[in-house]
Structures are given as structure tokens and as C-alpha cells.
């Protein structure tokens, strides 16, 4: 009785095994076709290469509000659109992207490529983690370094604001 489960094993592996003896020309042929198009495709020319520029920044100068910690605070100042528009402005993302900037969707189109190139995410020690990609690893790198002194400049800025904020509610009590 044990024996029937065994013999069909068997009975199948034989029967592939006469498949592929059948059409083994044919299969070769389909490899090597498969091997040489797969080079080719992945060959500059049809997708560029893309360099990472990575950075990790620990939100040191950064007090949090209310539950949020600084880390998720300097999260949302990170990804603040406020920074995205600087970057594309100073780093002329339309044509780097080759976005055409009169059509009317030419500002969603530039915030997609950059969303899919830009990723920002919060580490397990309580730091955040930038990577930016590019074609060009010198721009990666620069669009990765201008993210930072950007979100310094705006928690500066905040910081300020909630500051002056604080001082003007304590000069109309007096």
C-alpha cells in the first residue's frame, strides 16, 4: 500500500524529465535569447544607473510638543512641502527630471518623481534617516545635505516663532 504514493512520485519526475529531453532545443533557445535581451535592457543606455546618498540626523536641537517626540517633529519638518519646493527651485528639478513646468499637472508630476527618489524615515535609535537618489551622485549627495541645513533653518524658524509667541502672551498678562 505505501508503495503506490512512491511509484506516482516517481512516474512524474520521469514523465518531466522526458519533457525537457523532448524539448531541450527549443528551451536552450529561449534561455539564451532570454540571457542576451536581459543584458541589453540592463545595459545605461535603457535604465541609468542611480547613486544613494544617504545621511542620518539625530533631532538634537529640537524640543517636542505636547506627545510628539522631536524625532517625529523633525520628521514632519523634513517632509514639509515648504522644503520640497526649495529643492526644487534650487536644484531646478523640472529639467533635471525633464518635466515639462507649463502643463498643469507639471508640479504633481515633479513631487512624484521626487517622493519616489526621496525617502525619509525614522530610525530604531530615535534619529532619522535621509536617502536620496539621483542619476547624478553629486546631486544626490547635495540634495541630501540641503535637506538637512533646510530643516535646520525651519525648526530654527519655528523654535523662533513658538519663542516670540511665548514672550507676547507673557507682555499682554503684565
Not at 506627545?67 to 520628521?75: F, K, M, Y
Request: with cysteine; proline share 4%.
Amino acid at each position: 500500500m505505501n508503495n503506490a504514493p512512491v511509484y506516482e512520485e516517481n512516474f512524474a519526475s520521469l514523465s518531466l524529465i522526458q519533457l525537457i529531453k523532448k524539448w531541450k532545443k527549443q528551451l536552450m533557445i529561449v534561455a539564451v535569447i532570454s540571457i542576451v535581451l536581459s543584458f541589453i535592457f540592463t545595459l545605461p543606455f535603457f535604465i541609468p544607473p542611480m547613486f544613494k546618498s544617504t545621511a542620518i540626523v539625530y533631532p538634537e536641537n529640537l524640543s517636542p510638543y505636547s506627545t510628539e517626540s522631536a524625532t517625529e517633529q523633525l520628521l514632519q519638518l523634513l517632509e514639509s512641502d515648504e522644503i520640497k519646493m526649495e529643492l526644487i527651485k534650487d536644484f531646478k528639478l523640472y529639467a533635471h527630471y525633464e518635466i515639462d513646468s507649463t502643463k498643469k499637472t507639471a508640479l504633481t508630476t515633479v513631487f512624484k518623481q521626487l517622493a519616489g527618489n526621496l525617502s525619509i524615515n525614522k530610525t530604531d535609535y530615535e534619529s532619522v534617516k535621509i536617502e536620496m537618489m539621483d542619476t547624478d551622485p553629486l546631486q544626490a549627495k547635495q540634495m541630501a545635505d540641503s535637506i538637512i541645513e533646510k530643516g535646520n533653518r525651519l525648526a530654527r524658524k519655528t523654535l523662533q516663532r513658538k519663542n516670540d509667541g511665548s514672550l507676547r502672551g507673557c507682555q499682554n498678562t503684565i
